[in-house]
């Protein structure tokens, strides 16, 4: 059993995360912590950022903050601790990064079914199996 572990999620996806959720619950041990975590693409450059309204990246990082708290709520049973958190970044860093932050035990991610050219996981899923200081058990979707 684990004490702490980090669930990335695509809230655009919500019937492949359902599936991860599925296989991370009986895997958190008695008064364990999930973190749930949705990670929202960043603007890069900002020259790109020029582009949009001032408050855009804050409102959109507000606003994927409800949906993720939305699908939590929605999917998460009761008795569960859980902590949503909304990074704007790159996928597979912020998963690495917040996995080291918040000092999981357990990364429980989805990985989609791959095409020829991703051999055996998703692009997102191979980079965190391969540089995460945790265990990663990946879900196929």
Do not use: C
């Not at 059993?1 to 492949?16: C, E, F, R, Y």
């Amino acid at each position: 059993m684990s004490k702490t572990i980090l669930l990335p999620v695509d809230i655009n996806h919500p019937k492949a995360e359902q599936k991860s959720l599925k296989e991370a619950l009986p895997l958190l041990g008695d008064g364990g912590v999930l973190h749930v975590v949705s990670v929202a693409p960043s603007f890069g450059m900002a020259q790109v950022s020029g582009f949009f309204p001032a408050q855009y990246e804050k409102e959109h990082l507000a606003e994927f903050g409800k949906q993720l708290s939305a699908w939590v709520k929605e999917h998460v049973p009761g008795g569960v601790t859980v902590k949503p958190h909304v990074l704007p970044g790159t996928i597979y860093d912020e998963i690495l990064r917040a996995a080291d932050e918040l000092n999981v035990d357990l990364i429980v991610m989805g990985a989609h079914r791959p095409e020829l050219s991703d051999y055996l996981l998703g692009p997102n899923a191979a980079r965190v199996v391969r540089h995460a200081n945790q265990s990663v058990y990946v879900v196929r979707s």
